[in-house]
């Protein structure tokens, strides 16, 4: 299997990333709209279109350099043997299942009735073998982009780029393809774009965020959004993050008390805070607040804060209050 | 439900008036052009049918005519000697008809649609027209029948076809064109081009090429002569209009003009 | 509506119901089995078949380019593509003359070297080609535009070289815009007469096509040129009749997702 080297500048999209990935891991990436995801993901591919956002850098698959914008090498997609599965599955609509499945066989060389033996033991292995006859039209949604799964795994890629393959689906075509995800990516060397933690979770080994185009953190999934280095991380986790000399305190919303005096003695960690918004969300509320003074001034804390509650105090914008944090929530390292 | 159908009704109706409405247009313009010329004065105007051959001269003649009564308007309707006989057949409004050849002529007054006997006023005969530069050296009809001649004629289906069949015949000669051309315009425009050699043309089409073709005469053009008739139509709306037209064509200016053109003597 | 689509219907029918009508049905399979008739009648299944191949080899690359490169002068590019359309067939014939005849542009030099187009069967075949091109290029290409450009991603993506591609995704998908711009170009070629009558000439079993022969006969015999006009209508009606049937049903339907 192969390693992942990436270096590569889109300047038209101000994309300036550099990731590095061990042969058969994945690797999700995340990070929030117009970070620069699916340019990253089209780059790998080759398949950004046309001379405009030409692709700078250097790009290496285990030992293959597909890209090499200095030594003019540019590998066209064909020839990349990186594969691609979409938001959308775009299966050929002039084909079944099984003939979707088997065009990449085709391409390896293989004959027309290996090539779609092959691809029914494919289809089977992402459970849509009842489907092989069936023409895309015919299928949902989610049967639908299982087997464009199985027709991206079945070309045998060395990398399989996934840009947010759950986003169409339902709930539960999506629980069932993150199941088969799951086993399928096991062994398979790849990217995984999406925005969801959860996915980054199950599926990948490790995690890059983008941010503006540049990767501002990275790191083993579970480190990275446990003990967050950055912001970041620490959003797309869902934590609160205050950073001194080194050290880091990561805490969730849910665990923080607000007050309008000073806590007591029951918060091991105390903020005075200015309200920035109070946000309804159903019977709780997101009060977001900035730090005053201290170890945290200027830092956007969140509380989660009960609606009950919530009336009770003053939460104008500007408004001061405490936000503590009893041990049992604190996350030090 | 209700309101759809409502709104089909109206589109449907708002189609089909606007349809004709614009159908209408087209026709109402034509006419209104016509009444708005005569009304003023309240002109008598004289319509004469004639072949297309005669575009130019008859047209001439009518403009002279006109200087001369101003009190008259002449409408000249041109088209193929064969459609002409159609047109009126068909009780197309004419006072005056003039043909190409006696035959459709014929075809008129065996049918009663002419009054009296109709007069022979012109002739027409073929010559061979070549690009000016003449690059086949075309100096006798038998030129044409040489192998590597690009020759054009009217097909034999139209009247100057079977001219050209006629004087082909009367010089023993088989011609093999390149193409049998729908009109004399046709073979014209393919000399003029320089794609033909060589085509059998009348005079006048010579004439009237101002110098894009140039014409080779041929003693056997004798033995196929058009002759050009004119006639009164039967139940003419405007006889006395058509009579001085008529006379007009027969007499001295009429035939100078036509002369003038390649027409030769009837 | 469905008023005003039977008028429409009507519109194109009822001049070919009054044809059908004027033949005089007791002569009409002697008319149409003349050999003069048979003649024209095989000169333009002859020619329109090949000016159809030289419309789609022409035409398909064009179509492609059309929808999927980016260029400047691409608006200006589709324009003249459909000015065929727009020029008068005779027009279109004597443009015809200018470029291929004995003194035309390209002509000319192909004279030097001994080859004549005009008044020749290779002259019909650019007549009707000329005329049709634009038929099939539009089809073509509104069929490739609405394709998305997707597929042909995906199909690298799976390793496809980009002739593959083009081979197994992007034309099995353009098909059913390719098929009826061929029907289109080859009725339309099959109709042809104005640029056939300026450009090629007339001469029996060399350019003289059914329609230049219905004109010829009309002159003489008003009857049996609408017989002829009505072989015509017939062959053509049975071309599109037979690209519309049920095998070429386009078996692409709407993708779902």
């Not at chain 1, 919530?310 to 914008?317: E, F, Q």
């Not at chain 2, 003039?98 to 649609?113: E, I, Q, V, W």
């Not at chain 2, 008739?229 to 064509?249: E, Y």
């Not at chain 3, 005849?101 to 000329?130: C, D, K, N, Y």
Request: charged share 15%; aromatic share 4%; with cysteine.
């Amino acid at each position: 299997m192969s390693a992942l080297d990436l270096e590569l500048r889109v300047p038209s999209r101000r994309l300036d990333a550099s990731l590095r990935l061990d042969a058969g891991q994945t690797l999700a990436l995340m990070g929030p709209n117009g970070a620069g995801k699916s340019t990253l993901a089209a780059a790998l591919t080759g398949t950004l279109p046309g001379q405009r956002h030409a692709v700078q850098g250097r790009l290496t698959l285990g030992d293959r350099v597909l890209l090499d914008s200095v030594r003019g090498v540019r590998v066209p997609t064909h020839r990349r043997g990186v594969g691609l599965m979409a938001q959308t599955p775009l299966l050929f609509p002039h084909l079944d299942a099984v003939g979707n499945v088997a065009f990449g066989r085709r391409g390896l060389g293989e004959r027309r009735t290996t090539a779609r033996r092959a691809a029914r033991r494919w289809l089977d292995r992402v459970g849509a073998g009842e489907f092989a006859q069936a023409r895309p039209w015919q299928l949902s949604g989610g049967q639908a982009q299982t087997v464009a799964l199985a027709r991206a795994l079945a070309a045998e890629p060395e990398l399989l780029v996934l840009d947010e393959p759950l986003n169409a689906l339902d709930v539960t075509a999506a629980s069932r393809m993150r199941a088969v995800l799951r086993e399928l990516l096991a062994d398979q060397t790849a990217i995984l774009v999406t925005h969801e933690i959860l996915d980054a979770l199950t599926l990948a080994d490790r995690t890059a965020i983008l941010h503006d185009g540049r990767v501002v953190a990275a790191g083993p999934t579970r480190e990275l959004f446990t003990r967050p280095p950055n912001v970041f991380a620490a959003r797309l986790a869902g934590l609160n993050l205050v950073q001194r000399d080194g050290e880091s305190l990561a805490f969730r919303a849910a665990d923080v008390v607000v007050s309008a005096g000073e806590p007591d003695a029951t918060a091991a960690v105390r903020f005075p805070v200015r309200v920035l918004s109070l946000e309804p969300r159903g019977e709780h509320a997101l009060l977001r607040g900035a730090g005053a003074e201290g170890i945290a001034a200027g830092v956007e804390l969140h509380a989660e804060v009960d609606v009950q509650l919530a009336s009770g105090l003053d939460t104008a914008p500007g408004a001061p209050l405490w936000f503590g944090v009893p041990a049992a929530g604190l996350r030090e390292y | 439900m209700r309101r759809e159908s409502v709104w089909v009704k109206t589109a449907v109706t708002g189609v089909v008036l606007g349809t004709a409405m614009a159908l209408s247009a087209c026709s109402a313009s034509g006419q209104g052009a016509a009444a708005g010329s005569a009304s003023p004065v309240a002109k008598k105007t004289v319509i004469v049918f004639a072949a297309a051959s005669l575009k130019a001269t008859f047209t001439q003649m009518a403009d002279d005519l006109k200087k001369q009564h101003p009190e008259l308007d002449i409408k000249l309707n041109f088209a193929g000697s064969q459609d002409l006989v159609a047109q009126i057949k068909a009780g197309a409004p004419a006072d005056v008809v003039a043909t190409a050849d006696l035959a459709t002529m014929d075809k008129l007054t065996a049918n009663g649609s002419v009054d009296g006997t109709p007069q022979h006023f012109a002739s027409n005969t073929l010559t061979i027209a070549v690009p000016p530069s003449n690059p086949a050296n075309i100096g006798s009809l038998a030129d044409l029948a040489k192998p590597g001649t690009r020759t054009v004629l009217c097909a034999v289906q139209v009247p100057c076809g079977a001219a050209s069949q006629k004087v082909e015949k009367a010089a023993s000669l088989t011609i093999k064109p390149v193409s049998e051309e729908l009109s004399v315009s046709d073979v014209l425009g393919k000399v003029a081009s320089g794609e033909a050699d060589a085509g059998l043309v009348y005079k006048t089409d010579v004439q009237g090429s101002k110098g894009k073709v140039k014409g080779v005469d041929f003693p056997q053009s004798s033995s196929a002569v058009n002759t050009y008739a004119i006639g009164l139509v039967k139940g003419a709306p405007d006889a006395d209009g058509g009579r001085l037209f008529l006379s007009d064509v027969t007499g001295d200016s009429g035939q100078a003009v036509l002369a003038a053109a390649g027409f030769g003597k009837p | 509506m469905l008023g005003v689509a039977l008028l429409g219907l009507a519109f194109i029918l009822v001049p070919l119901l009054a044809t059908a009508l004027r033949v005089d049905w007791a002569h009409f399979v002697p008319l149409v089995t003349d050999p003069a008739a048979l003649e024209a009648l095989g000169l333009s299944l002859r020619t329109a078949g090949l000016s159809t191949l030289v419309c789609l080899l022409l035409g398909v690359p064009l179509a492609a380019v059309l929808s999927r490169a980016e260029f400047p002068g691409k608006r200006l590019m589709r324009s003249l593509v459909l000015l065929p359309l727009v020029v008068p067939p005779v027009v279109g014939g004597l443009a015809l003359l200018y470029a291929f005849g004995r003194f035309g542009l390209l002509g000319a030099p192909l004279h030097a070297l001994g080859v004549e187009i005009s008044f020749s069967t290779t002259a019909v075949v650019l007549a009707q080609a000329f005329v049709s091109l634009p038929y099939l290029v539009l089809s073509v290409e509104g069929s490739l535009s609405t394709t998305e450009a997707g597929y042909e991603r995906v199909a690298a993506t799976l390793g496809a070289s980009p002739a593959a591609t083009w081979w197994r995704v992007t034309l099995p998908l353009a098909l059913p815009g390719l098929l009826s711009g061929t029907v289109l170009a080859f009725a339309r070629c099959l109709g042809e007469f104005g640029a056939t009558l300026t450009f090629a000439g007339n001469l029996e079993g060399v350019t003289r096509t059914l329609p230049l022969d219905i004109y010829l006969v009309r002159e003489t015999d008003p009857d049996s040129a609408a017989a002829l006009a009505l072989l015509l209508v017939a062959v053509a009606v049975l071309v599109v009749g037979a690209a519309h049937g049920p095998w070429l049903k386009p078996r692409i339907r709407g993708n779902a997702v």
